[in-house]
């Protein structure tokens, strides 16, 4: 793999600004992609009804880069988004990081509890909004204990909002009868599908357009096989691409 330096000369070799095809740049056009803004448009509904959504995709379809966008959006004043990427965590594990991340000391289980019943009690009308990233992966007794908190105050209307994503089959997951009263609780799912080829080609142009480059940086056939490659992934048609361009510029060509 080339070094930092390698692919900055690189960029200055074809006259770009920046190393294309990284997901840094064309955040605009993905952002304006009709599942991006439905998806903010369910997630924002689910904060402010302190729902739980599901938000479902395979590997590669951009739901940790939706999350962060939209998460960076939400008004402070409003609400508390606490995201956790860490899914090896245990169930006691899940309590002590939130715990902490609520700004209190954790200890036993019953300890745990009661300070986190303390810290939404504490957020008065700011919304918590839990965000548990790859929930596929966590164990059966965490998602049980994220469940149980949610109805920490019985009377009143659950204690913050809960956003789950995960793969295509996290959904068959909580269908079983081991997480139903999970399942049951699903105000809302959405699905992100592969993007079309027409898609995939507008975000590998408006990645050569950040950084300065023209529409033709690729051929017609290149983009073909890029597209076709990426089976509708925005993650895995950058990664071809990017490694095509690190090919070309070894060679010092002019066009991919």
Known sequence: MPTDATLTRYAHQWGATA???????????????????????????????RSLMLLSGPNGIGKSHLLGHWRDQLDTRLYLPIA???ASLSHAGLLSYLARKLGKPSGTRSTTLMHLEEAIAELGDTTAV?????????????????RLLLGIDLA??????????G?????????LRSHRALYTRIACHYHLAPW?????????????QAVGLSDNLI??????LITHASQGLPRTALQVARAAWIAASQTKANVI
């Not at 839990?130 to 994220?146: K, V």
């Not at 793969?167 to 269908?175: E, H, N, P, T």
Request: charged share 15%.
């Open 19 to 49: 190393v294309p095809f990284t997901g840094d740049h064309p955040k605009a056009y993905q952002e304006h992609h009709p599942q991006v803004q439905q998806a903010h448009q369910h997630l924002t509904q689910s904060a402010a009804l």
């Open 84 to 86: 956790i990427t860490q």
């Open 167 to 175: 793969d295509d089959y996290l959904l068959g997951g909580l269908r």
């Open 219 to 224: 051929d017609t056939a290149a983009i073909d």
């Open 130 to 146: 839990i965000i548990l990233d790859e929930a596929q992966n966590y164990t059966h007794a965490a998602l049980e204990e994220i």
């Open 156 to 165: 009143s209307r659950p204690a913050f909002s809960l956003i789950l994503t």
């Open 196 to 208: 079309t080829p027409d898609e995939i080609t507008q975000l590998l142009q408006a990645n050569q």
